[in-house]
């Protein structure tokens, strides 16, 4: 089996390291640079840049001048980050990956990247991303495994932060590009509520469901990232409703039984119901509840809402540039364009309906956090797909928050992930409360 190219990089460790000057930020600009020409070549995490040595070198220096007291440095002092190509940065040309004029995607660099120069991060680069965050791959390797997929959309941003090259990345997620890939790849993803981090600056896939979220090495990585890209976040970990979970705070976990779960392969089953056993003797609460008994039908209005909107989000691009999209968008686009406005209407009433009933079915059997297996199973083999999305589908239908955390790995060696999934809203709560289920999962390791 072949293993990561270098360990993945704590964000909290070397955040903390940088603000006080170890290393200094040209030693880590240079450390950086050199690393990604040595490895980048083998997983193709980070779209190809001319002059990245430069520009960084350039913008540490001005970082360096700003802050030139430890004690009054950002959080992410010096870090460098990567961001997903759909995602808008000054001073670097968005591609979407996709052959189009990377001047006709141009636009105001998003907020979220804002929020990362805010708080002392560099921009390592533009990640790759399947063309325009859709299902068309693009080059990026696995590195636990190159012969296999990262994942996608957000393929470079797990990847980056697997390999070790960055210990912050930036991803989105339509359906599943946060949560699947950082199962593939031995990371943790979190992808928060919907809209608790602005869109503003990202080329849309599915507005209806499109959300920005974060791949890092650690929880606490997580955590810390999204207490600074979150809108309106609090250092507490109780949710809206004020409600301590029971057992003195040890949180209640939900199965969602029946087809849902069905979707996943045997070896991923059997990892997930390993996990299940080692949080219930770690004296967790483990209960089983049927979620999703039309889980088809969710399948389906999801899929037409995100069709209908993908169609829409290019209606101005595809007229005029066609010829240059990929077979796999081309089809999804014309899909979209075959559906009807009123078709859509429907399933977002659906949803509303779903989102009731959820929140009924969780509320009635006391349940804090959804379990699921993050990804069907471990990264298929061959760069031809991104793999299936259809574990993250019910939660990014109803726009909840989800992490992935490493939890065990196929006969092959490849990662596998628990999915945790928190309540609308409740972003801080499911950070907080998965820091013992990470605790427990993580003394399976040998």
Known sequence: MEQPLAPPRSLTREASGLRSGVPGLSEHVDRFCALVERVDPLIHAFVPEPGRHDRLRAQARALAARYPESAGRPPL???????????????????????LPPGVLAGPQAVVVDRLRAAGALVAGKTVTAEFAASA????????????????????????VAAGLVPLAVGTQTVGSVIRPAAYCGVVGFRPTYGRIPTDGVIPNAPSFDTLGVFTADLAGAALAASLLCDDWRDEDRGDDGREEAAGGRPVLGVPDGAYLERAEPAALRAFEESLERLAQAGLTVRRVPLFPDFAEITRQL???NRFELARS???????????????????????????AEDRAAALQARERLRERVAGATAGAGVDLWLAPSATGGAPEGLHSTGD??????????????????AGRTAEG??????????????????ARAALLDEVLGQEEP
Do not use: C
């Open 314 to 340: 290019h209606a101005d691009w595809f007229a005029r540039f066609g010829g240059l999209y990929r077979a796999e968008t081309v089809a999804s686009i014309r899909v979209g364009q075959g559906i009807a």
């Open 137 to 160: 791959p693009g080059p990026t390797r696995n590195p636990h495994h190159p012969g296999h997929t990262p994942g996608g959309s957000s393929s470079g941003s797990a990847a980056a």
């Open 303 to 305: 899929q037409t809402i």
């Open 77 to 99: 002092y010096g870090v460098a980050v990567g961001v997903k190509d759909i995602v808008h940065v000054d001073g670097l040309p968005t591609h979407g990956g996709s052959a």
């Open 414 to 431: 490849l990662p596998l992930g628990l999915q945790v999934v928190g309540a609308a809203g409740g972003d801080e709560r499911l950070l």
């Open 389 to 406: 999305a259809v574990m993250s589908l019910p939660w990014s239908y109803l726009g909840l928050p989800a992490l992935s955390l490493p």
